[in-house]
């Protein structure tokens, strides 16, 4: 199946969490087997279908846990449990602790803000953490969208937490799919608020090996996790270009980063870094994609 396909049927997936429909039926509607659809899902989202939806109904469990006053009953019955019994079960299975546990050992570090803000944004990214940088089979060239703009900008500062690796240019998805999921599942073990979308930050690229940070940013700065560092986007100002289209458009973006640099007498002060501001998963048509580039200054 073609991603965008692929991605139609993940978006239905993710607004139907309460009451999933079944696999069975959904292939029916796609004109595929149950089998074919299975391996499809499980390829593109790294995880089955119904271990997605689990997935997205806890994590959004434990963002409710630590935004809201809802009881376990509420929360339990709203996410489409039989009981607050199963719910607590699941949850204890995926988080290693009971929902109460989670809320008075987590929820009370930080204020409502920041965690109204890491709610909505579990919501947004839950479906298509996975899907970040995946490469569409096909792209019509007239379906192409230019970079909106570009413009220079403060950066205020941002903590993240980061995963740094080595690897070719053609890894490139697979890593930031491997590093997202880790990364986004850690936060909410932890109880960290998320305060933005996912970025990759390209300290070194070329015709060999590209060092590439994935990273998740922190309402607060949080300590690493093995693999896991903490680390910061760096304040001061920046060049910032919106990419609307397709990912495998990017370079020319950062051509035209780097010729409006040159045309404003700029220079770069450091290694520029993407925030996906729109997720695949939601928003099935790349046309509708949006990226944000962001690249260092001088001061």
Request: charged share 20%; with cysteine; proline share 8%.
């Amino acid at each position: 199946m073609r991603h965008r396909e692929l991605l139609r049927i993940i978006r239905g997936l993710s607004q139907q969490l309460v009451r999933p429909a079944s696999l069975a039926h959904i292939a029916r509607r796609a004109g595929r087997s149950p089998f074919q659809l299975h391996r499809d899902l499980h390829r593109t989202l790294r995880e089955t279908p119904r271990a997605f939806i689990e997935r997205q109904r806890l994590e959004r469990a434990a963002a409710l846990l630590l935004g809201s006053s809802d009881s376990v009953l509420e929360m339990a019955l709203g996410l489409g449990y039989s009981s607050p019994e199963t719910f607590s079960r699941a949850f204890r299975r995926h988080f290693g602790c009971g929902p109460r546990h989670y809320r008075a050992s987590r929820g009370a570090r930080r204020g409502a803000g920041p965690h109204a803000r890491h709610l909505a944004l579990t919501t947004a990214m839950g479906p298509c953490i996975h899907l970040y940088h995946l490469p569409l089979q096909s792209t019509p060239r007239k379906a192409i969208m230019p970079t909106i703009s570009v413009t220079r900008q403060h950066f205020a500062g941002q903590p993240i937490l980061l995963i740094r690796r080595r690897i070719a240019r053609h890894e490139l998805q697979s890593m930031l799919s491997d590093c997202f999921g880790k990364l986004f599942g850690h936060g909410h073990k932890a109880g960290l608020a998320i305060a933005g979308w996912p970025v990759a930050r390209y300290l070194s690229v070329g015709p060999g090996l590209w060092t590439v940070e994935a990273a998740m940013p922190l309402a607060s700065a949080a300590a690493g996790d093995g693999e896991m560092e903490a680390g910061s986007l760096p304040a001061g100002p920046v060049a910032v270009g919106v990419h609307a289209g397709p990912y495998e458009e990017l370079p020319g973006t950062y051509a035209a980063i780097e010729q409006w640099m040159t045309d404003q007498g700029l220079k770069a002060a450091g290694a520029p870094w993407e925030s996906y501001v729109t997720d695949p998963g939601q928003h099935p048509d790349p046309a509708d994609w949006k990226t944000e580039v962001y690249w260092p200054l001088e001061r």
